[in-house]
């Protein structure tokens, strides 16, 4: 085989090569997800893909139902849910955690205010 064949070879393997691997990661991350949304329960702390964090009330096979404050809960396509919190982290931090806040202000301290038109 000359050096022109072994170049023909080369350009044609390359890609079926690029391609076996793009369809092996591919089917690797859908069984991932799979796994990962077959082992989540009733009650446990998660985040959705949208940073959306809640705690699970209810599953079914397509959905899931989140509550993300107190007496508010959220109906979720369950393959929105991207990852479970870490162990300790709550899902809304109170006002002691969190000297920015003053009640039921959300807006720190240093945002700048509301801006008109013209200025």
């Known amino acids: ?4 064949g072994a170049f023909s070879l ?3 393997a390359l890609p079926l090569l690029l391609l076996g691997w793009l369809f092996f990661t591919q089917n690797k991350r859908m069984k991932q997800m799979r796994e990962f949304s077959s082992s989540l329960n009733v009650g446990d702390h998660v ?3 949208s940073g959306v964090y809640g705690t699970i009330k ?3 096979d397509t ?3 989140l509550e ?3 007496g508010t809960t959220v109906r979720f396509d369950r393959r929105a849910v991207a990852m479970k919190q870490a162990d300790g982290v709550s899902a809304a931090p109170t006002t002691a955690d969190n000297p920015t806040t003053h009640g039921n202000d959300s807006v720190p301290d240093d945002a700048p205010g509301p801006q008109q038109n013209g200025q």
């Open 1 to 4: 085989m000359n050096n022109n």
């Open 10 to 12: 080369l350009i044609f």
């Open 47 to 49: 985040v959705t893909s």
């Open 58 to 60: 209810h599953l079914d």
């Open 63 to 65: 959905t899931a139902w």
């Open 68 to 70: 993300i404050a107190e």
